[in-house]
T-cell receptor
């Protein structure tokens, strides 16, 4: 158990809908990273927050957004969902802002029908 | 420039064998190189990591070899066991600018009893 929690574990929804994925980092970690894992693209970095502020952006679509709250939990919002958004979404946390050990949560499996 | 190339895609060894997984990178600014282990339905788990100032690091049965001039690093698993059967990912990050990880495509390892 990494200490990172994610909810829900599974999510099934329809095209065009909006969903919110939630992540709680390990106690004491200030950074939260979101990654998408799909069979064809592998593990891709989406976005990073550090102590409530956005720090880095990767291959995140404009339909996706995220935020980190004062209690350091983070939410990833996915809107206007398409079939191709079906994937595993992982959150990871680390103590600092850069170059630190990242610990991954169990993931949320999103299925868009 | 930002890619991490991982090989082989899959690997089958007998129990007790020494599987070797290789990764190569182009970006000389990368300065942190972790390996993750992922079981089906689980999040990636940090296995071992190395920085460019050392050429080898051992933790238990897992060893990373690092060749800075060739921009390559590899994972060796000594005395492999059926329980080591999983997908292994190498990754790299540039801590100087941002901490997100760039992942290889993964290697599916199967250790036969």
């Amino acid at each position: 158990d990494s200490g990172v929690t994610q909810t829900p574990k599974h999510l099934i929804t329809a095209t065009g809908q909006r969903v919110t994925l939630r992540c709680s980092p390990r106690s004491g970690d200030l950074s939260v990273y979101w990654y998408q894992q799909s069979l064809d693209q592998g593990l891709q970095f989406l976005i990073q927050y550090y102590n409530g502020e956005e720090r880095a952006k990767g291959n995140i679509l404009e339909r996706f957004s995220a935020q980190q709250f004062p209690d350091l939990h983070s939410e990833l919002n996915l809107s206007s969902l398409e079939l191709g958004d079906s994937a595993l979404y992982f959150c990871a946390s680390s103590v600092g802002n850069t170059n630190n050990e990242q610990f991954f949560g169990p993931g949320t499996r999103l299925t868009v029908l | 420039q930002q890619q991490v190339k991982q090989s082989p895609q899959s690997l089958i060894v007998q129990k007790g064998g020494i599987p070797i997984i290789n990764c190569a990178y182009e970006n000389t600014a990368f300065d942190y190189f972790p390996w993750y282990q992922q079981f089906p339905g689980k999040g990636p788990a940090l296995l071992i990591a190395i920085r460019p100032d050392v050429s080898e690091k051992k933790e238990g049965r897992f060893t990373i070899s690092f060749n800075k001039s060739a921009k390559q690093f590899s994972l060796h698993i000594m005395d492999s066991q059926p329980g080591d059967s999983a997908t292994y990912f190498c990754a790299a990050s540039n801590g100087g600018s941002q901490g997100n990880l760039i992942f290889g495509k993964g290697t599916k390892l199967s250790v036969k009893p």
